[in-house]
Nanobody, 125 residues
Framework: QVQLEESGGGLVQSGGSLTLSCAAS????????MGWFRQALGKEREFVAA????????AYADSVKGRFTISRDNAKNTVYLQMNSLKPEDTAVYYC??????????????????WGQGTQVTVSS
């Protein structure tokens, strides 16, 4: 069992940066694959980025590749999403997700068992 809590969302101008954090509590966090998803108003939840439990494997949606970076600090039980060059279309609620059984950096929402409550990111033009 793991609980996830996102933080770091907010309002930023186009071209700006934000760093999201996801703090996990529970056992053997370091063995969980972690992912970030987002859901814009009126749209389906979509994959953003994922990282393997060791941090050696990452995956990104094409829409954020080169602008976003996912990382994790297993000593702090935290995963991060550094977001640069933000665009208005990045506006969404961002969710952190975790799974203890998967390997690699899965990109489908059904591959994650645990989810956070989400944090709002709004990018103004």
């Amino acid at each position: 069992q793991v609980q996830l809590e996102e933080s770091g969302g907010g309002l930023v101008q186009s071209g700006g940066s934000l760093t999201l954090s996801c703090a996990a509590s529970g056992r053997t966090y370091s063995r969980y694959v972690m992912g970030w998803f987002r859901q814009a108003l009126g749209k389906e939840r979509e994959f953003v980025a994922a990282i393997s439990w060791s941090g050696s494997t990452t995956a990104y949606a094409d829409s954020v590749k080169g602008r976003f970076t996912i990382s994790r600090d297993n000593a702090k039980n935290t995963v991060y999403l550094q977001m640069n060059s933000l665009k208005p279309e990045d506006t969404a609620v961002y969710y952190c997700a975790a799974d203890p059984e998967r390997v690699g950096a899965p990109h489908r929402s059904y591959e994650y068992h645990y989810w956070g409550q989400g944090t709002q990111v709004t990018v103004s033009s």
